[in-house]
């Protein structure tokens, strides 16, 4: 009778513990998926604020270095507090005029460049930070998926492990087993049940930063997007010449091009043109002045300054050349990390996986009828949760080299007319 009693409950454990492998959970909560996650984090993003200010000081920029030299006030007085006829204002000369800079060598010009390539600059700079944003969101989401993934699987370890230990109980009471039994399969309930405690500690974590990234709330994530492997996009034919990537590094190249031509139109010096009237006080007349001055480039004729804007040049040449270099090893090193992941994703939870699952069924068969020991079972299920556990980490390897692929093989904007 004893014997018919824990048959029954063993089959119990079998029963539910495949039953919580095969039921899909269900959630009564609003999927949010990946899509409505990325169009939720463009609509306020710190980041993008930042851009967007970026892009606006940039074009203020472009006003100020339209703007010319302001004239000069002149006020002079000669000939006063002196001695003899000179003493107090009786042969005083006042003198009152405007000085105006003129600017030579196309400096406005140079500054105008200089602005506009600044606006180029800034307004890449608002897509990349989009596209950075883009990469951050989905990164946070296959995270935040991937711990919602592993409670699950916890949750059905714990299940295994709590029926596993009820029949271990049994069988230790009906004589069939050493006390020992229930002593390995009470220490595998407690590691299931601290599992699912760490589980549901890291979900809580990654639900929380992405609902940070969002704004909103975060509930159930889309489980069937995760388990979903797509074909992987290809690196673009044309390289990465018309990447994002390519573009930053581009305007910077552009930048410092017109850095070194304003550092060659400073070496020009500006005239300043004045003209005044004189009041002669011992005749009441007044006469006119005019004045014209240029500065004498002894000291500083502006050489260092060409010298320093032509090796910042071929400094920003040779980084293009590095972050291309870097942009096409970081976009093979993400396809062939999206493939080997999509492997090990497809075997995990594939055949791996039913062969772990029926490995598990079998060892729980042979446990109910006493052919298979319990080390046996508590084998066959930790190589089951292993091959579970695999294919989640092969699932979130695979997005995450996904989400680098499509980061680093964005297109840039097509150029914008800056002309004002």
Not at 30 to 46: D, F, K, M, N, Y
Not at 56 to 67: G, W
Not at 91 to 107: D, H, I, Q, Y
Not at 232 to 238: G, L, N, T, V
């Amino acid at each position: 009778m004893h014997r018919i009693i824990a048959a029954i409950m063993v089959a119990g454990v079998c029963a539910s513990s495949l039953q919580a492998q095969t039921r899909p959970p269900v959630s009564a909560e609003p999927v949010l998926t990946l899509a409505e996650a990325l169009a939720r984090s463009g609509a306020s993003s710190p980041f993008q604020d930042a851009a967007s200010a970026g892009v606006r000081a940039a074009e203020a920029q472009r006003r100020v270095a339209a703007l010319r030299p302001n004239p000069s006030i002149i006020a002079e007085a000669e000939n006063v507090a002196g001695t003899g006829i000179y003493r107090g204002l009786r042969s005083s000369e006042t003198t009152v005029g405007v000085a105006l800079p003129l600017e030579r060598g196309g400096k406005c010009g140079a500054r105008i460049a200089l602005a506009e390539a600044q606006i180029g600059r800034a307004s890449l700079q608002a897509d990349i930070a989009r596209a950075d944003l883009r990469l951050r969101v989905t990164q946070t989401y296959i995270v935040a998926v991937a711990a919602q993934r592993r409670i699950g699987v916890a949750r059905e370890q714990l299940g295994i492990a709590s029926e596993v230990l009820r029949a271990a109980s049994v069988r230790v009471r009906t004589g069939r087993a050493s006390p020992l039994e229930e002593q390995r399969a009470d220490v595998a309930h407690v590691a299931a049940d601290g599992a699912v405690e760490r589980a549901e500690r890291s979900a809580a974590v990654a639900s929380a930063n992405l609902a940070r990234l969002l704004g909103i709330p975060v509930g159930t994530l889309d489980v069937a997007w995760f388990q979903q492997l797509d074909a992987i996009r290809q690196s673009p034919a044309a390289g990465t010449a018309g990447t994002l990537t390519a573009a930053a590094a581009r305007a910077d190249l552009n930048t410092a091009a017109a850095q070194v031509r304003l550092a060659r139109s400073q070496r020009v010096p500006d005239l300043t043109l004045s003209a005044s009237a004189r009041r002669l006080e011992q005749t009441n007349d007044v006469a006119a002045v005019f004045g014209v001055s240029i500065p004498l480039a002894v000291f500083n004729g502006g050489r260092s300054a060409v010298a320093v804007a032509d090796a910042q040049r071929d400094q920003s040449a040779a980084l293009r050349r590095v972050a291309l270099l870097d942009a096409e090893q970081g976009i093979a090193d993400a396809l062939v990390d999206a493939a080997n992941a999509a492997t090990t994703a497809r075997n995990a939870a594939g055949p791996a996986l039913a062969a772990a699952q029926e490995a598990a069924r079998i060892a729980r068969i042979g446990y109910r009828e006493g052919t298979f020991g319990q080390l046996d079972l508590l084998d066959a299920e930790r190589t089951l949760l292993d091959t579970r556990t695999a294919a989640i980490d092969a699932l979130t390897a695979y997005h995450d080299a996904q989400a680098r692929l499509e980061r680093l093989t964005a297109d840039a904007p097509s150029p914008k007319d800056t002309d004002r």
